[in-house]
């Protein structure tokens, strides 16, 4: 029987195409499935196409529960949009007809790659890694795995010495608002980070281990509001090609598996949001700053917005 | 100030938006003197590039005058005159320092959203949509330049703005094409596409020693351009059989070396273009690659192939047995700008190249719209657009 994996690969393509078709000029596609263009429908379409284009990335990124769920969902926006479109007096009943009877075979493939790839996670773990590596520094066999890495164009000794001040974190860590060292020797210090929702969670964490331009581990203690560790290792890069940098996360999700899916339908996809940090990290370590641009916003959540200057008063 | 941004398929509208503001370090402020229309820009215009958002900037060639800077720009004064580079580039990751600029690692702020469509992201670019960044281009009065220290290149004194515009973008991009060809002496190089990019890729593939190159569209202006201005021998593929009349002029062989000048948009008489209009348009291929097959399948065995036109994302019926079994070599690449200004500068200088034949027609930038619609259906013998600001 086809794989999870195979039949969301297959969608991939399917929604890359149906996305990039309704998002820029709905019109024409408005018209192929046989409902005329008409302005309070184009928006409809266009939020149709952007969340084809969204699952299809979602999907090329890592076929995972949610995304596969919510191609099911985005199903049944379609059947809802097309029965709509159904039953007013303008359309072309036989080319809706069509459409729906094309989404509606869409949709069966959907749920049944839904439920294998949700089967396989199920096994493995949902999307991150745990089992056999996690909990090397948390002791909890059901934490999350999540790893990571960059290189950057600077010396090891300069590298490890950035990451090691542990104040410096929240300048690339979006989601940390303030690490704050208890001792002088800055190996214990207090953590304060924002979760999904608006929640603010904090905790105390002590250093485990540091071998200087090599390796510093870390780890929450007794008490934190979420169980956590990491560990990251710096290596030169041959050629010298600048620093290698492997980060592993562990943290014990609040509401397990459960509250891991809620936090990513919140946009904060744990993975993602590590390798953003890392890709931050490069930029502050080699050009001494975040990149900004005009059409790309937000701190925590990254928005888009027309690529012009923002007033004043925005 | 006023820009040309987009608003939706085939309309730009000159808008009113809020002067820019410097926002990282690094950055220029400039008062934008001339700026132009690219071939680039028609594929954003035409709606073929997704993540176009409806009040984009358009534009990425431009020159002007700096008039403030970040605290940490060093190489620029207030009053500085100076044409800008249209990629966006650090100077300082890997991948700037091995010259390959437009693929710059720190550049782009929407990395994260670009690496799932092509694998790993490219660097920003200005005015060409949030996939390279979502930065404002330059078809304003203002515009905000990144990384000053970098990318801007001054202007020496008593040089127009006509003669060192092209140096953002048309003329490297193009000297870049040749480049990537290899050209050795006796080389016969085949050029697709006689608009600017076209023109100014048959100028350097002989600059760069070529022995004949040829040039083929079917706009008979711009293939009259390209024998009068840069020596071509042409071909009009309405008239004309492109490959019985490429291997009759290459004593059956093909040419050295095929450059790619034509990109995603390609028209065609062969019944391949009605396939791939009909898939593009339904979106189920995003490109339609017919002077790039043709390009492949005409060069000869061994040869290069140089691709500076620009595809989106993904095309159907490529020609991979002709490239492989054939032991073709495909280079390609958005062009690193930064490592020819200055060589460029200097050939204008001394007279080697005269960008200026190019320019067919000058607007207000209050009138983009319209330059936009001409140099799209090639009307009153349109080649290049110039806007002042
Ligand atoms: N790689 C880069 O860095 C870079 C930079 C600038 C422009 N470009 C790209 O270069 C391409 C050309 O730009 P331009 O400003 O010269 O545009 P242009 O629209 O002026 O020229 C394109 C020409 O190609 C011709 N053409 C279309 N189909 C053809 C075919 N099948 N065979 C031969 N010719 C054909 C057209 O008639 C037209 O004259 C565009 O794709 C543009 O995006 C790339
Ligand atoms: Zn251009
Ligand atoms: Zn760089």
């Known amino acids: ?314 | 100030m006023r820009a040309n941004t987009w608003a939706g398929r085939n309309s730009v509208e000159v808008r009113d938006v809020p002067d820019p503001k410097i926002l990282n370090a690094q950055d220029a402020i400039l008062k934008i003197s001339s700026t132009a229309i690219c071939g680039s820009d028609l594929h954003l215009y035409d709606g073929y590039i997704p993540t176009v958002m409806n009040g984009d900037i358009l534009g990425h060639e431009f020159m002007g005058e700096v008039v403030e800077l970040g605290p940490e720009v060093a190489n620029l004064r207030v009053g500085d005159r100076v044409v800008v580079p249209f990629p966006i580039a650090c100077g300082r990751c890997w991948s700037c320092q091995q010259g390959l600029f437009s693929v710059c690692e720190n550049s782009n702020p929407n990395g994260w959203l670009q690496e799932k469509l092509y694998g790993f992201p490219t660097g920003g670019v200005f005015g060409y949509s949030h996939l390279t960044g979502g930065y404002p281009g330059g078809q304003a009065e203002y515009a905000r330049v990144p990384f000053a220290d970098v990318g801007p290149l001054k202007v020496p004194d008593g040089m127009t703005d006509d003669q060192v515009l092209f140096l953002s973008d048309v003329l490297p991009t193009a000297w870049m094409a040749a480049e990537m060809c290899d050209i050795r002496p006796g080389d016969t190089v085949a050029v697709w596409g006689a608009g600017p990019i076209g023109l100014y890729a048959v100028v350097s593939a002989y600059l760069r020693g070529a022995e004949r190159v040829i040039a083929i569209d079917r706009f008979a202006y711009r293939l009259r351009m390209a024998r009068e201005h840069a020596r071509a021998e042409t071909i009009n593929y309405e008239e004309q059989d492109v490959s019985e009349t490429l291997k009759a002029m290459t004593g059956g062989r093909g040419p050295d070396a095929c450059i790619d000048a034509v990109g995603m948009e390609a028209h065609s008489p062969r019944v391949d273009y009605a396939y791939d209009r009909v898939k593009q348009a339904m979106k189920l291929e995003t490109d339609r690659p017919s002077a790039l097959r043709e390009a492949i399948t005409n060069c000869r065995n061994g040869g290069v192939v140089s691709i500076v036109g620009v595809y989106g994302g993904f095309v159907d019926k490529f020609p991979i047995g002709s490239v492989m079994n054939r032991s073709l070599t495909i280079r390609a690449g958005q062009c690193h700008v930064h490592r020819y200004m200055q060589p460029l500068l200097e050939r204008i200088q001394n007279g080697d190249i005269d960008p200026t034949f190019v320019i067919t027609h000058r607007l207000p930038l209050e009138e983009a719209p319209a330059g936009y619609e001409m140099f799209k259906n090639k009307q009153d013998e349109c080649v290049k657009v110039v806007l002042s600001a």
């Open chain 1, 1 to 314: 029987m086809a794989s999870g994996r195979t039949v969301a690969r297959g969608l991939v393509s399917f929604s890359l195409s149906l996305g990039l078709l309704q998002v820029p000029p709905p019109n024409r596609f408005s018209t192929w499935i046989g409902v005329p263009p008409r302005s309070d429908r184009r928006a409809g379409v266009r939020a149709v196409g952007a969340r084809e284009l969204g699952a299809a990335a979602g999907l090329l990124a890592q076929p995972r529960p949610v995304w596969m769920w919510s191609r099911v969902a985005g199903d049944a926006m379609d059947l809802a949009l097309l029965a709509r479109a159904a039953r007013s007096g303008d359309t072309r009943r036989d080319r809706v007809g069509g459409a729906i009877a094309g989404v509606a075979a869409i949709t069966a493939v959907d749920v049944l790659g839904t439920v294998l790839v949700t089967r396989e996670a199920a096994k493995n773990g949902s999307g991150s890694r745990s089992g056999e590596e996690a909990g090397r520094l948390t002791g909890d066999k059901s934490a999350r795995l999540v790893t990571a890495a960059v290189t950057v164009n600077r010396p090891r000794e300069e590298v490890y010495a950035f990451w090691r001040d542990f104040t410096r974190l929240p300048q690339f860590m979006l989601h940390l608002e303030e690490v704050r060292e208890l001792d002088a020797e800055g190996r214990r210090s207090h953590w304060k980070a924002n979760a999904p929702g608006g929640a603010t969670v904090e905790w105390d964490a002590e250093l485990i281990e540091d071998r200087p331009n090599e390796r510093i581990s870390w780890r929450s203690l007794e008490g934190a509001d979420v169980t956590n560790a990491g560990t990251v290792r710096f290596e030169d890069a041959p050629g010298g090609r600048g620093t290698r940098v492997h980060v592993d996360l562990e943290y014990s999700a609040p509401g397990g598996a459960f509250g891991t899916i809620v936090a990513r339908l919140a946009g904060e996809e744990p993975r993602q949001q590590t390798w953003d940090d890392l890709r931050r990290f490069k930029q502050v370590l080699e050009i001494g700053e975040i990149v900004r641009s005009e059409g790309t916003i937000g701190e925590r959540r990254i928005r888009q917005r027309p690529a012009q200057p923002v007033g004043d008063d925005a």
